[in-house]
């Protein structure tokens, strides 16, 4: 026996790894279409204007220095700059210095965690939720309080009914074409959301990694815009809509809350990546970031509606679906006896092709007749050969499932 055992703290036992994570390990085989991760298209990245930014910055002695050394741990000025004035046009008002960088969506995740939850504290989550929130959150033991979802996002009489008999720390949602479902919480909801949070004084997290992933007429609005009391934290990140290689999103915190942020953000990593965050500011000073996400959308809104008539055509009518305003990803719902996660196996070993099972966004259990396509993150010919295997795998299991 070792004598030196590692003896973990109790809250540990609470940490695991992702389920998307090692399914994606399994599925990244050349030889399988995978439908599996939440992954924006790598042939969409901006590459090349984001490597001329950075030689834009390489070429002004000055910058080069910000972009090499240490820097302060809020973020990069310019670029800071440059993100209180895309949401001054959202009608997001600043003030102070309410905008820090982080390391990815994640890392603002985690530390909102670090910063409110004590063992045993609650937190609201819609049913489902992003798994990446739960892990965060569960590491930190917290007890989740669950509010059911339907075509318009998060019930706000479900969400009502927990704030009048409990106080949790916050209310932690997706409003915009939420990871996994793909639902938009409606204008109404948002408004009336806000207004309850507001009452019973709960801090809203409005993560919003997908909201310019719009394929209506404009973007949907942020819960942050109806925010003058200092109770909304929004999440944003540049993963999504440039590359997640990057690793720079940012918060935007009330003053209340970014002081004691601030010192977590130097314990975690001093700050960003200095250098992703300047050729950021350098590209988003070229104006060419509109085009991109014009590009972008017209693109995925191609490949869902590609996804859509595929599903149309090759799955079974006994499953049903969302069909998202935007985004990455819709949301399948199979007959209560029929499981997702043996579905994968015989998808994997029989169709060469992956999704990602549903029970996992759960934070309580439940969802395993569910499952989660990405549609931004594959071909047009992978879709469609993709879907019609996948409906393949579905039409042979439900005969199984009625003898069984």
């Not at 085989?29 to 991760?37: C, E, L, M, Y």
């Not at 890392?107 to 929130?133: H, K």
């Not at 706000?156 to 949602?173: G, N, S």
Request: aromatic share 8%.
């Amino acid at each position: 026996m070792c004598p030196f055992a590692p003896r973990f703290a109790s809250r540990m036992a609470n940490v695991n790894p992702s389920v998307i994570r090692e399914i994606l390990k399994v599925v990244s085989q050349p030889d399988i279409t995978s439908f599996a991760g939440g992954m924006p298209a790598q042939d969409l990245f901006p590459a090349d204007e984001l490597a001329a930014a950075a030689q834009a910055a390489f070429r002004t002695p000055e910058i080069t220095l910000k972009a090499l050394q240490y820097g302060p741990s809020e973020g990069y000025p310019p670029l800071r700059a440059a993100i209180a004035a895309q949401l001054a046009a959202e009608g997001i008002d600043l003030t102070g210095n309410q905008i820090l960088l982080t390391t990815g969506s994640q890392q603002g995740i985690f530390m909102l965690a670090q910063a409110f939850i004590n063992p045993g504290d609650e937190i609201v989550v819609g049913s489902p939720t992003f798994l990446g929130a739960l892990q965060a959150f569960q590491g930190f033991e917290a007890h989740f309080v669950t509010v059911p979802l339907d075509a318009g996002g998060m019930k706000m009489d479900a969400l009502a009914r927990v704030l009048e008999h409990r106080q949790p720390k916050f209310i932690y949602t997706i409003p915009n074409f939420q990871n996994p479902t793909g639902l938009m919480l409606t204008e109404e909801r948002k408004a009336e959301m806000y207004a309850l949070a507001s009452r019973h004084g709960v801090p809203i997290v409005e993560d919003d990694p997908y909201g310019d992933l719009y394929f209506g007429p404009q973007r949907p609005s942020a819960i942050k815009a109806l925010d003058h009391e200092g109770g909304v934290v929004l999440l944003r990140t540049f993963s999504k809509v440039l590359a997640p290689g990057l690793r720079v999103a940012y918060a935007v915190v009330p003053d209340a809350i970014v002081e004691k942020l601030i010192p977590l953000k130097q314990c975690n990593d001093l700050h960003t990546a200095a250098l992703t965050q300047v050729m950021i500011a350098e590209y988003l000073a070229t104006g060419g970031l509109e085009a991109h996400l014009a590009r972008l959308r017209t693109e995925y809104r191609k490949r869902r509606d590609l996804m859509l008539a595929a599903m149309d055509a090759h799955l079974p009518e006994w499953c049903s679906w969302t069909r998202p305003e935007g985004g990455l990803f819709i949301w399948v719902t199979l007959p209560s006896g029929l499981l997702a996660a043996p579905l994968l196996e015989e998808c994997i070993t029989k169709e060469k092709v992956a999704f990602i099972p549903g029970d996992a966004f759960f934070a309580h259990g439940g969802g395993e007749n569910t499952l989660r396509l990405n549609f931004s993150n594959a071909s047009e010919a992978a879709i469609e050969d993709g879907i019609r295997r996948l409906g393949r795998v579905m039409k042979a299991a439900r005969p199984q499932l009625a003898r069984s």
